[in-house]
């Protein structure tokens, strides 16, 4: 459950719109997209990452008070872990000289 951002009453967190004074809750009528929405004066677009880095295109910045892609600049972001190589990787190198010495040793076995 959360609280509908206008009217405070409870809503289903999935809810599109609030039950009670049908403010829009997600975007584009899907329940998996968010409308995020700007609290008081000022605008999302002040505390967003893509307007900090300057990446966003849309028309209403930089005075969105509504966005579905908003995204808070201080948020922490999912760094991924470093990749190691893969243990294939390593041992695919040794694959050819390993061949060739038992090709070498084979044809020493054949001619002695
Ligand atoms: S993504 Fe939305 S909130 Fe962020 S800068 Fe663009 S318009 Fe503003
Ligand atoms: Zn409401």
């Known amino acids: 459950m959360a609280n509908c951002p ?5 809503v289903e967190a ?3 719109h609030c039950g009670h004074c049908g403010l829009t809750l ?3 009528g899907h329940p998996g997209i968010p409308l995020h929405r700007a609290t008081g004066a000022v605008s999302l677009c002040t505390t967003c990452a893509y307007h900090a880095d300057d990446s966003c295109t849309f028309p209403q910045r930089p005075v969105a008070q509504t966005c579905k892609l908003y995204q808070a600049v201080d948020a922490p972001t999912a760094v991924a ?3 190691s190589p893969r243990p294939q990787w390593r041992y695919g ?3 050819p000289w ?3 010495l038992g090709l070498s040793l084979l044809i020493a076995w054949m001619v002695r």
């Open 6 to 10: 206008r009217c405070r009453h409870l």
């Open 14 to 16: 999935q809810a599109i």
């Open 26 to 28: 997600k975007a584009h």
């Open 81 to 83: 872990p470093p990749r």
């Open 93 to 95: 190198k040794l694959l």
């Open 98 to 100: 390993l061949g060739l």
